[in-house]
């Protein structure tokens, strides 16, 4: 568990800025890109696009032209932990310097390093993060994000080097679903803190908010089944590779980054347990570690 557990941590954030892979490296099936504009009736869900990804294929149900407004992205992982990540790239940055900063990215999990550290900095400036849904071996989970209209990029973690990339286009149209209401609410500080709900139900959906004004920190929110009893010191000296990973457990679902004032709905389903929040993003504040193993963890009961 605790080898599979490091490989989520790394391909989590590498996949989010995926290099580029043949559309043919996916099985394709949209409804024309024309429904995709129809009126929607205003007590239906969100639209859907739906990734079903194993090591060998993603199978895309779901047109990836879609009208602006909520909208569902759901992963079902079918051999390992699969993840979805969401994000846009600001005028100007190219695909080729997002490879290049992908790079020092994996770098940077691995040695640390101030170049490094400058290439993470200069990618989190120049793409904006919408978060993601990462589900675990045999699980779905579903980001739901309301969505301006433009071009994005989805990307997976299946392929070298880190991924596939899919365009994701968002038009002016009729799309008045509703987002969730009522539903717990995690918040990421400037102070690398989670704030908000400490009990959230084992099956249902939560709110995750980058609440920092400024800046370009990418934070996210992922759940961990721990053993009760877990400390928050616990968690981070195990992902400073001081501790003994023998209380973590098989339960697992997350979002994805989320750039400055960003948010995200997360549809989830996990073992009722004691869970660990954490963030495993590499801090390129601190190159050679991690949110988490700086001391971003909270305890919390899914029940």
Same mark, same amino acid.
């Given at each position: ?62 047109? #990836? ?5 909520? #909208?569902? #992205? ?11 990540? #969401? ?217």
């Amino acid at each position: 568990m605790l080898a599979g557990l490091r490989t989520v941590c790394a391909t989590s954030a590498v996949a989010l800025v995926a290099a580029v892979a043949p559309m043919g490296t996916a099985t394709a099936v949209e409804s024309a890109p024309a429904a995709a504009t129809k009126a929607v009736d205003k007590k239906s869900s969100p639209p859907m696009v739906t990734f079903t990804i194993s090591e060998d294929r993603t199978v895309i149900e779901g047109a #990836l032209t879609q009208p602006a407004g909520p #909208l569902r #992205l759901r992963v079902l992982a079918e051999d390992e932990d699969h993840l979805l990540s #969401l994000f846009q790239f600001k005028p100007g940055y190219t695909v080729k310097q997002m490879r290049a900063d992908t790079r020092a990215l994996g770098r940077m999990y691995r040695e640390g390093g101030e170049d490094n550290a400058k290439a993470v900095k200069r990618m989190q400036r120049n793409t904006i993060t919408y978060g993601g849904a990462n589900a675990s071996m045999g699980s779905m989970a579903t980001a739901i994000v309301n969505l301006k209209p433009g071009n994005y990029y989805i990307s997976d973690n299946v392929g070298p080097p880190g991924g596939h990339l899919y365009k994701l286009k968002i038009v002016p149209g009729n799309n008045p679903a509703p987002l969730p209401k009522g539903v717990p609410v995690i918040k990421m500080t400037g102070d690398n803190e989670y704030k908000g709900a400490s009990r959230l139900p084992a099956t249902g959906t939560v709110e995750i908010v980058n609440a920092m004004r400024k800046g370009h920190e990418w934070l996210q929110a992922a759940f961990l089944e721990v053993q009760p009893g877990t400390t928050e010191e616990q968690v981070a000296n195990l992902f400073r590779g001081t501790g003994d990973g023998g209380f973590v457990l098989s339960g697992y679902a997350g979002g994805d980054t989320l750039s400055p004032g960003n948010r995200q709905f997360l549809k989830y389903s996990v073992e009722p347990g004691t869970y660990a929040l954490i963030c495993f993003f590499p801090d390129p504040n601190n190159p050679g570690s991690t949110y988490v193993a700086d001391g971003m963890v909270r305890i919390i009961t899914m029940d």
